[in-house]
């Protein structure tokens, strides 16, 4: 093609010759625009296509807290042993939380500091000590330990039956203890022991016991194929000033003369000559019935009320 005039020179085509808004998208080759041209921030969510964000176009420890929803994170996307003991707040593991066990196991620790299991001991077992470097253990109780079998006030009576707490099985030997005893108008406390039917009454009761009195004067309660064993002295107590009583109570069912025996003390006021006493007393049954408890009643037919508490003592 020819010219009119002069040949228009040989010069590069800058910016300031392109008017604005000339020069469209249309217009662009693709991929010719650089992440060099663009102004700094440009770049909005407009811009962003969807899914297009991916884990590689994010840089590390990028994503804090703020960027976060609340309770946005489920457990599936912790990584397998990543809470530690740094990241559990004090007192947030419940009851609930913890793994279900055996019912009657007790969690304790073992030689090399982990938590383990204690397995449930049998009825009458008590946990036990193994020493150091070992897990506590159930074991049979120690014999000679108190085990509380019965315990209680009786209510105001002329007899009282305290009955089923004897287990032979488990116990030979049970130690009783009345406390503030009221009712008694001079009179004694008589002990018979007791079976499935109630009071054994026989006369096969052998009883021997000594006292004194703070007036210088002794007291003797004795008997021979009697009735009852007078257990506690003749007192005449008051609410300021009741009466008590304590005693062994032996049942061997492998013997038949002596194997239910009693001995005791009982101590208290005697209001009528205003002096204290003191009477220790012992006595058997020479019988073969079962044994499952005692009876009390007064000898004047008073009617006392008292404390009680019944131990069993382990073999």
């Known amino acids: 093609m020819g ?13 300031a010759d392109i008017e604005d808004s000339i020069i469209t998208a249309a217009d662009l080759g693709a991929n010719s625009v650089d992440s060099s041209e663009l102004v700094d921030g440009s770049i909005d969510t407009s811009h962003l296509g969807n899914l297009q964000v991916t ?24 990584t397998d042993g990543s809470i530690d003991t740094a990241h559990i707040a004090d007192d947030q593991i419940t009851l609930a939380k913890m793994a279900s066990g055996t019912d009657g196991n007790i969690i304790s620790y073992d030689a090399s500091g982990n938590p383990v299991a204690i397995a449930t001991g049998n009825d009458g077992q008590v946990l036990t000590s193994a020493g150091a470097g070992q ?26 039956n305290l009955v089923g707490f004897v287990d032979t099985s488990k116990y030979n030997n049970y130690w009783v203890f009345l406390g503030n005893i009221l009712g008694q108008s001079a ?48 007192m005449q107590g008051n609410a300021n000033q ?14 038949n003369y002596d194997g239910k025996t009693i001995q005791g003390v009982s101590w208290g006021w005697r209001t009528d000559v205003n002096d204290v006493m003191i009477c220790n007393v012992m006595g058997w049954q020479n019988s073969t019935h079962t044994v ?11 009617a006392t009320t008292f404390d009680y508490e019944i131990y069993g003592i382990t073999k």
């Open 3 to 15: 010219y009119i005039g002069s040949k228009p020179a040989n010069k590069p085509i800058t910016s």
């Open 55 to 78: 884990t590689a176009k994010l840089a590390a420890d990028a994503v804090d807290g703020t960027k976060l929803a609340d309770d946005a994170v489920n457990s599936e996307h912790y």
């Open 135 to 160: 897990p506590p253990a159930f074991e049979a109780a120690v014999g000679g330990s108190f085990v509380k079998l019965m315990s209680g006030s009786a209510s105001s009576s002329v007899t009282h």
């Open 187 to 234: 009179n004694t406390i008589d002990f018979q022991f007791a079976d499935g039917s109630g009071a054994m009454t026989g006369a096969d009761y052998l009883y021997s016991g000594h006292g004194w009195r703070s007036s210088d004067n002794a007291v003797n309660v004795n008997g021979e194929y009697a009735n009852q064993i007078e257990l506690c002295a003749s």
């Open 242 to 255: 009741p009466s008590f009583c304590q005693f062994y109570m032996t049942v061997n069912p492998n013997s």
């Open 292 to 302: 499952t408890g005692f009876s009390l009643h007064a000898s004047g037919n008073d």
